[in-house]
């Protein structure tokens, strides 16, 4: 029982952050861009997050500082990408090796700090329930931000006209500009969403994950986080099935070599890319047509004016 | 309509939209130059012109796309300056794309209403778009997606999208080039409509017997400038070629007699599965091409003539290699290469990028598809030499227009590039020749010498199988013609009983029972 519960808790914990990031990517993506660089958008914002939060006390600043570094770095994608019309996958693998260097240097000084980790919630008696009240009643505040976001998203694109637009954006920029929208404006607030989101993705890392900075510490987390809005094919519902699919993944594969079993780590770590390579194969062997990729993904798009 | 004066009567006092003096820049080009054009209500004002004659610049800015450099557009005698589409949109102007401005993956309304301005509801404008969409006899699935509708549909898509809008002044971008005849003639009956409603139709098109029927008024264009204004009922086809093209076109003359030889080109029961969502599957079809004969392939776009051009020219491989037999030989598992080693050739429909690779130079591109027959590779070397004089023959068999000997390929225009591609492939004097949309976007210059050389290649005893959707082409070369429709090839019929409505039942696969008992009596 106990056991269980640890378990299910940190499967939780290890899910949340890329739910987090793979949310902010989908929005990109779906509007047409493939940024590549959410690892370094995270990294960033995990060291700006422990800085902020190290600085000044407050979880909360620390989480918003993530989320604005993770901008600030969005921005630099979005100049080059959709501003000069650089290759968007050189761009964003250049954002992430940009930015395991340059949190290296944010987070030098941070090394060996330490602060309080983001409180749990606690509602007297209900989280006390064996099992589900932990489980249900007793995380940090960004478990319950990261699934209101995935509604949100859910929201925003298949209930709102703005969500509309962005789809268009992603499915066929040539006719989205035909009709007088703004692809390129909408791409970039789509790419800073992204960024803001892998920022507080990095910021959970130090916030409420372990309380302390170490240099790389996002460890691949946004490389599986890409992985997972192709995983979940572009649909937020399925993000938050693969989020914890994946988390539970990661954190079993720490158990099982704990227990002694005799399963290489590497191929417990590799277990999440290859869910992604099966899952898309059986995507592809399904479709019957139309694509569930955003049309125009990754492609360059340059206005006539 | 025997009014033949060059203003078609008018009621109201102002033209509804007027363009004064407008002219488009892009850097040193003069895409549009000084045009003016008066359209007035309850008119279908024709725009005829060449390929890079300027219409398309001179609607973009009429419906806001683009910004003119000098000059002013009127609407209803007031100056209008348009920063964007929904400007227009809002002043009432509406447009139909020649490239559809659809989104695949979406629904048909969610198409619809990001061409609107989103003031309704998604569920006011749906019960709209059925209202509207059956009111004008143009049925639509609002909850289909629109890669599942056929070009047709789609087009149906773009002119409610535009009559939503309740527009005073509707353009048309070639709205025909991709529809059957008798899909042409159902939209006929929808502008007329349109017209008698008020309201006023601007109809880009280069069919020029249409615009005849159909158009009030034409005003024509020849290299960014405004040729003339005048009344189609009153002038010939031959007399609007004339001020669009600025010359007299050259007659494509058939040589007096060809030897039917033999069969120099055979599918036999040839079948291929898509190989992505949107393909088409090929299904049973069986030809026989012989020397000295032109096949021509009419079929509206994407009933699987992308796939059949595949299969034959070897980018895709038939399971059967006794499919597809040239010369003689069975050849369905053949490579490309060896294929043409046996004297087939090939022109896809795609210059840039199929046809040629654009920032490759003419002689590279000349080596790509001459490298396997012939002495342009010796030994492994390539034989600039030999590569270089292939560019210069094709230059002046085929009066190929180009600035230096041997430019890149994407530097030529649409004409001359096709030009270059069909003479370098006829230049290998080939026993089969493969050609798909052979004059596609080319003007009527080129595609005349185009035509020329396809005549003149099978009168040579070569075997030449082309597909087109342009009908008129087909019928000016070829000396049968089979109809594809749905990856089935119709049996084919002499051109001279061919008639239009016979082959426009055809692509629109109205009767396959007919092809079923043509079959039965070929057999």
Not at chain 1, 285 to 297: D, E, F, V
Not at chain 2, 209 to 218: F, I, P, Q
Not at chain 2, 371 to 391: D, E, I, P, R, W
Request: aromatic residues 6%; charged residues 20%; glycine residues 10%.
């Amino acid at each position: 029982m106990e056991l269980t519960e640890a378990i299910i808790l940190s499967v939780l914990a290890a899910s949340t952050p890329l739910l987090l990031a793979a949310t902010g990517e989908l929005v990109a993506e779906r509007s047409g861009v493939l940024n590549l660089g959410v690892e370094g958008m995270m990294i960033v914002g995990a060291a700006c997050g422990f800085g902020g939060a190290w600085l000044t006390g407050s979880i909360i600043i620390g989480a918003l500082c993530g989320m604005f570094a993770g901008v600030l770095m969005s921005l630099l994608f979005a100049a080059m990408a959709l501003g000069l019309a650089v290759n968007q996958v050189a761009t964003g693998l250049a954002l992430t090796i940009f930015g395991v260097g340059l949190s290296g240097l944010i987070g030098a000084r941070f090394v060996g700090e330490r602060i309080t980790p983001a409180p749990h919630l606690h509602i007297p008696y209900v989280s006390d329930i064996p099992l589900i009240g932990r489980v249900l009643f007793g995380e940090d505040g960004f478990v319950y931000l990261s699934l209101a976001l995935v509604v949100a998203v859910w929201w925003f694109l298949y209930r709102m006209r703005a969500g509309l637009i962005l789809r268009a954006c992603g499915d066929n920029h040539v006719s989205a500009h035909a009709l007088g929208y703004p692809v390129l404006k909408i791409r970039m607030y789509a790419v800073m969403f992204g960024g803001a989101c892998a920022g507080l993705a990095g910021a959970y890392l130090p916030l409420a994950y372990t309380p302390f900075f170490i240099p790389g510490m996002t460890a691949g987390r946004g490389w599986i986080a890409l992985a997972l809005t192709v995983f979940a094919s572009w649909l937020p519902g399925r993000l938050v099935i693969g989020a914890y699919l994946f988390g539970a993944v990661t954190i079993l594969q720490l158990h099982a070599q704990g227990a002694g079993i005799g399963i290489p780590s590497q191929f417990m770590s590799s277990l999440p890319y290859l869910a992604t390579v099966i899952v898309l194969v059986l995507l592809s062997r399904a479709r019957t047509g139309g694509s569930t990729a955003p049309a125009a993904l990754g492609t360059v798009f340059v206005p006539d004016r | 309509m025997r009014d033949t004066t060059s203003a078609a009567p008018h009621t109201s006092a102002t033209p509804l939209l007027q363009t004064v003096g407008l002219t488009k820049r892009y850097g040193s080009f003069l895409a549009n130059d000084k045009i003016d054009l008066d359209v007035w209500p309850q008119q279908i004002h024709a725009l005829l012109g060449e390929n890079g004659a300027g219409k398309s610049t001179l609607v973009k800015a009429i419906y806001g796309l683009v910004q003119p450099s000098e000059g002013e557009l009127r609407w209803e005698g007031q100056t209008m300056v348009l920063s964007g589409p929904s400007q227009a949109r809002a002043r009432g102007i509406g447009m139909v794309f020649q490239h559809f401005s659809l989104f695949d993956n979406l629904t048909v309304a969610e198409n619809v209403a990001l061409g609107l301005d989103g003031k309704e509801s998604f569920k006011e404008m749906s019960a709209r778009l059925e209202q509207v969409s059956r009111s004008y006899g143009l049925p639509l699935d609002p909850k289909r997606e629109v890669w599942q509708l056929s070009v047709g549909e789609r087009q149906r898509i773009e002119i409610v999208r535009a009559l939503m809008q309740n527009p005073k002044f509707l353009i048309l971008d070639e709205p025909t080039a991709v529809l059957t005849p008798q899909e042409a003639d159902q939209l006929f009956v929808v502008l007329e409509r349109l017209k008698s409603e008020g309201r006023a139709i601007l109809y880009i098109s280069h069919k020029l017997e249409e615009v005849k029927r159909l158009c009030d008024t034409a005003t024509i264009l020849r290299g960014g400038k405004k040729v003339s204004t005048c009344n189609p009922k009153a002038e010939t086809a031959a007399s609007l070629a004339r001020m669009m093209v600025g010359t007299e076109i050259k007659e494509v003359k058939p040589a007096a007699s060809r030897e039917i030889t033999v069969p120099r080109l055979v599918i036999n029961d040839l079948n291929l599965d898509p190989d992505d969502a949107h393909g088409v599957h090929l299904k049973g079809i069986s030809l026989e091409l012989r020397g000295g004969e032109i096949l021509g392939i009419a079929g509206v776009a994407g009933n699987g003539q992308d796939e059949l051009f595949a299969a034959l020219s070897g980018e895709r491989l038939a399971r059967d290699p006794g499919t597809i037999v040239i010369e003689g030989i069975a050849a369905g598992h053949l490579s490309i290469s060896r294929r043409r080693k046996l004297g087939a050739a090939f022109v896809p429909e795609e210059r840039l990028g199929h046809g040629t690779a654009p920032r490759m130079r003419l002689s590279e591109n000349a080596l790509l598809t001459g490298h396997a027959a012939g002495n342009m590779v010796q030994h492994g070397f390539v034989n600039t030499a030999a590569t270089l004089n292939a560019v210069d023959r094709a230059t002046e068999t085929f009066d190929v227009r180009k600035a230096k000997r041997d430019p890149e390929a994407a530097s030529l225009s649409g004409g001359n590039l096709q030009k270059f591609i069909v003479g370098r492939e006829i230049l290998r004097n080939p026993a089969v020749l493969v050609v798909s949309q052979p004059t596609w976007g080319v003007d009527a210059g080129a595609a005349a010498v185009i035509r020329q050389a396809l005549l003149d290649l099978a009168a040579a005893g070569a075997a030449v199988l082309v597909t087109s959707q342009d009908l008129d082409e087909l019928i000016e070369i070829s000396d049968r013609i089979a109809v594809m429709f749905h990856g089935r090839l119709s049996a084919s019929l002499p051109t001279a009983s061919a008639s239009r409505e016979k082959l426009g039942l055809l692509m629109g696969g109205s009767s396959l029972e007919t092809k079923e008992q043509a079959h039965a009596a070929d057999t």
